[in-house]
């Protein structure tokens, strides 16, 4: 698979007295949609945080790209070919177009309207353009916030259950946009998903992350055909895990 983007080497996060992340080891891939799955509370989310440089880890290694990320924020310019949208995304107060715009706006790009109308029209926001932000439901806001992080091409894309408040036509809209933005940039994607089915249709790779573990990473067809692990076993059986 060649180098990979992201190193990790017995990262941990904690808080308080609490160790909600304990990752002995994972390399994410150029190029790849790594899928991370697992119970609530297991950790994906602060997983995807550390990737997205909003939190550093508490020990261990990260690298990025072969430089070393963990002993603080790295610089802008890394920061900038990083992007993640939330599960519950933030929009400002202003237009649909506007909010899309943002990221191209801060990095200087002038003549934006063309990308940003073709990522809105690939999501079906297109005719929402002018509406104000605040006027949108959950599943309106994020597409909005996946069309902003998609319109800057970042060399990472980081997406946390990107469907959840989505109905099934909405949520193929945005599986196809999702593949489309591989296909066309090679950009990384990593996401986190409750949805094993989902993880199946579009990932390369899956993890499976229980009480802040990683228990198993394997390519998909193994991941969902022959798991090595009895937790995954149990967790695509549709079993509780913990």
Do not use: W
């Not at 940003?116 to 002018?130: A, F, H, I, N």
């Amino acid at each position: 698979m060649g180098e990979p983007v992201y190193r990790l080497l017995g990262v941990t996060r904690v808080y308080g007295a609490r160790k909600v992340l304990d990752i002995a080891s994972l390399d994410v891939y150029a190029g790849e949609i790594l899928g991370i799955v697992g119970p609530s509370g297991a950790g994906k989310s602060t997983l995807l945080r550390l990737l997205g440089f909003l939190e550093t880890p508490t020990s261990g290694a990260m690298a990025f790209r072969g430089q070393r990320v963990n002993g603080g924020a790295p610089s802008l310019a890394v920061r900038r070919r990083v992007t993640m949208v939330f599960q519950r995304p933030v929009l400002l107060s202003d237009s649909v177009y506007a909010n899309v715009a943002y990221g191209l706006r801060v990095r200087g790009v002038t003549d934006a309207r063309e990308r940003v109308e073709k990522v809105l029209d690939l999501l079906g926001m297109l005719p929402l353009r002018k509406e104000d932000a605040s006027t949108l439901s959950g599943g309106e806001a994020q597409r909005v916030a996946l069309a902003r992080a998609l319109v800057v091409e970042p060399e990472v894309l980081l997406l946390d259950e990107p469907t959840a408040n989505l109905d099934p036509a909405h949520v193929a809209i945005i599986e196809n946009v999702i593949r489309q933005a591989r296909e066309r940039t090679g950009m990384t994607i990593v996401l986190v998903t409750h949805n094993v089915f989902q993880a199946r249709r579009l990932a390369d790779r899956v993890a499976l992350l229980v009480g802040g573990r990683l228990v198993e990473v394997a390519p998909t067809k193994t991941f969902f055909e022959s798991p090595s692990a009895p937790e995954t076993c149990a967790f695509i059986s549709g079993e509780m895990v913990y």
